[in-house]
């Protein structure tokens, strides 16, 4: 039989996966519609913040029910928070983001959290399509005369 002893390698030989200091981290991944179009808003420190909320549908079709996320962005004025604010209600929005619990105290004193979530990355998957929504309410509206 094989005997095995175990051999202690030099600090400089283990691999290091990142440069960062460790910290906790949760990332969301989210597909979903957008609630409202994006909103600025600017905050305290005196940086700009765009708000917006995706929903997300689950369930079968006969119980269907839906969860509202509200997210940030903290992007810098420029082209890429140009189109975020451009995006309107109703589009398929694929958004990534670092989620943390915060916890706050409501008007009445009450103990409460939420879930904050900041972008990292916004893919648009697919923009609502208007005419064909008229064309089918104007069908459903014929439906019932």
Do not use: C, H
């Not at 648009?124 to 014929?142: I, K, S, T």
């Amino acid at each position: 039989m094989a005997s095995f002893r175990a051999v202690s390698l030099p600090r400089t030989l283990y691999r290091s996966f990142t440069t960062s200091t460790s910290r906790p981290l949760a990332k969301i991944t989210i597909v979903g519609r957008l609630a409202a179009e994006p909103e600025l808003i600017p905050t305290s420190t005196g940086q700009d913040m765009v708000r917006y909320a995706v929903g997300t549908n689950y369930g079968p079709r006969e119980n269907r029910q839906t969860s509202w996320w509200r997210v940030a962005s903290f992007q810098k004025e420029g082209e890429g928070r140009e189109k975020l604010l451009a995006i309107a209600k109703g589009t398929l929005v694929y958004v990534e983001g670092e989620a943390s619990m915060r916890k706050f105290e409501t008007k009445d004193g009450r103990a409460d959290s939420a879930l904050s979530i900041v972008q990292q990355k916004l893919e648009v998957l697919r923009r609502p399509d208007f005419q064909n929504q008229e064309n089918e309410q104007q069908y459903d509206g014929q439906r019932e005369e």
